[in-house]
């Protein structure tokens, strides 16, 4: 056959490969694509109009106005220095929405708007976008030119904020009932009408400073970190000038970059927190938009303010980090459309003479506030035990990776499965008398172990023998005993990183999902739209 010949065959070969490759891969579009027009709905998300003015109050008006009261509460507004004050008419006591300074102590001369004080007397901080690719953070609203009117509504007033140079206007109402104090930002009453399109509001924080304390005071804020956590105001700080931030239910992987796995950190639980001092003891839930919220701590010393501040901040337009290339720089990106619809915190205010209250406290009344709105919601209803006492879930973390460096990789151990016992029986003693066990760090390697490679109990902890007689211990006593598993976060060494390739079966760059996520409250459309 001639050199010519054998030319042609292959040639013709080659093209009915690539005619059967073009062939298959209609075949695969038309069965598997994603052309089924399916949407999910976002009614789930409430949107609502700013409420209707009952009129106005000068916005340089100096003294207070008793804009809402009712049997338990008494809200008055200042307008010319932004001062919200609550005051409890049952026990005479005035929550601030910023804590009071002594003279000189934070000063602003009306020009630098730069000045802490302006930052500390903002009831809402805001974030925004002037180019759709940068901005400069969070900012009080008092930093920032604006114009501001004061509107008397129904059981509160509204704070209408309007930003000629972004021309971005929005709404903030305080509103009062016989259970305590709500912050609300009405979805349609943001505006955003830049020529270009471009400004626009990434995040809201309201209050920043409405729980605010001094360091070296008593009490502590509770935060619902992992099992939960207590940040005492009399404990030094390994550092004045940070922030602690955190998305409610957890991390998310399609907006939060993150080049390596955060080994320090647990998720928060739950939409709650709150200060206690003694007995007073003040709770905020974030009862709509929380799907975009965050929780927000700031130490004394952050943007040079001498006090703790907690708040919920939520974010409007989450934000994507983009490269151009490998090598290329990076730079931010914004949602076009808003993630969440109205976004309100409610705040509970307890009081009592008797005594102190607790972290428990939080932790009980937390728990029957979601459960009648889980009960009302979703027909959740709480399954009573035997004796009709409440189940506590007692989290033990057993081992952590210790992280110092060494020539070995090595942990530490902080709980063995023979000392689980030790803790229940305890426990036991001390009036608990219903309790499930949930075991964090049972694996090889600790809580940062690769549980997607095998299921062997550490033998730091006892290994497999004493994890099967902990198994058998808690079936004879019949109680609950759960193995901690979240194979979505997944771990490697922390010096080289995470192998996706080696820790699932998935590999990098396979799409599963038909759908791209519209918004970030998880509201899904068909990727071809």
Known sequence: MSEKKMSVR????????????????????????????IKFSSDYLKVSDPKTSLGTVPSDEAVPSVLAENDNYKLEYTPSTDLIVLTDKINGTAYRSYPAVSEGELTGNGIDLSSPIFRLTSPVVVRYTQNGDSDDGDVGINQVVHEKTVNKIEDGFQLVYSLPQLSIRFVVEFTIDSDGLQVNVPRNG???ESEDGEARLLSLTVLPYFLSTRSGDEGYYVLPDGCGGLTYFDQPRLTSFSIYEKKLYGYDVTFDKQLSPDYVNMSLSMPVAGRIINGDMVSMYSVEGEAGTALVMVNPGKNSIPFYGLAYKFHLRQIYTMTMSKSGSTFYQY???????????KYYFSHKTDGAFTYVDLAKEARDKLLAEWAEDFGVTEKASESDGAIMTVKVFLAAENRTGGVVDSYKVLTTFNQVKEIYEELKNQGVDEMRISLLGWQNGGYYGNICDKFPADSGLGGNSDL???IAWADENNIELSLDYNPLLMYG?????????????KEPGTIYLNFNMATSAGVYRNISN
């Open 468 to 470: 099967e007689k902990l």
């Open 335 to 345: 949602e076009d459309e808003f993630g969440i619809g109205d976004a309100t915190v």
């Open 190 to 192: 943001i505006v955003e």
């Open 493 to 505: 060494n922390p010096s080289s990183g995470v192998s996706l390739r080696s820790a699932a079966v």
């Open 10 to 37: 292959v040639i013709k070969i080659l093209v009915i490969l690539l005619i059967v490759i073009l062939a298959v891969f209609i075949l695969l579009k038309v069965v598997f694509g994603n052309d089924k027009g």
